[in-house]
């Protein structure tokens, strides 16, 4: 089971993290991504690692403000949100997959899947 932790309320230009943890499974061996979908629109990838960190992809809209990083010790995967604008503010997903080590994607399939954590830019 996978799950997000760290969404919450914040104002435009600040900051929020987030975590994403799993348990029955040990998230140091999957490529993890970050996928976000606002009301009314389909859920798209924002960033992904790959299972042995060495790739890292960033949809255009949050390249230069959001990192991704994986916390070996942990076996978490966190994902530092800077400078959010309101077209930020979405439902936030974490999801593992089982890719080889150097890869990771953008787009499904990933196998498994957070509930999500709902992240909201507003003054």
């Known amino acids: 089971q996978v799950v997000e932790s760290g969404g919450g309320l914040v104002q435009p230009g600040g900051s929020l993290q987030l975590s994403c943890a799993a348990s029955g499974i040990n998230l140091n061996g999957f490529a993890i991504a970050w996928f976000r979908q606002a009301p009314g629109k389909e859920r798209g990838g924002v960033t992904c690692v790959s299972a042995s960190g060495s790739t890292f992809k960033y949809t255009d809209s949050v390249k230069g403000r959001f990192t991704i990083s994986r916390d070996w010790a942990k076996s978490t995967v966190n994902l530092q949100m800077n400078s959010l604008k309101p077209e930020d503010t979405a439902v936030y997903y974490c999801?593992?997959?089982?890719?080889?080590?150097?890869?990771?994607?953008?787009?499904?399939?990933?196998?498994?899947w957070g509930q999500g954590t709902q992240v909201t830019v507003s003054s």
């Open positions: 999801a593992a997959g089982l890719y080889v080590e150097a890869v990771c994607e953008l787009s499904p399939p990933y196998d498994y």
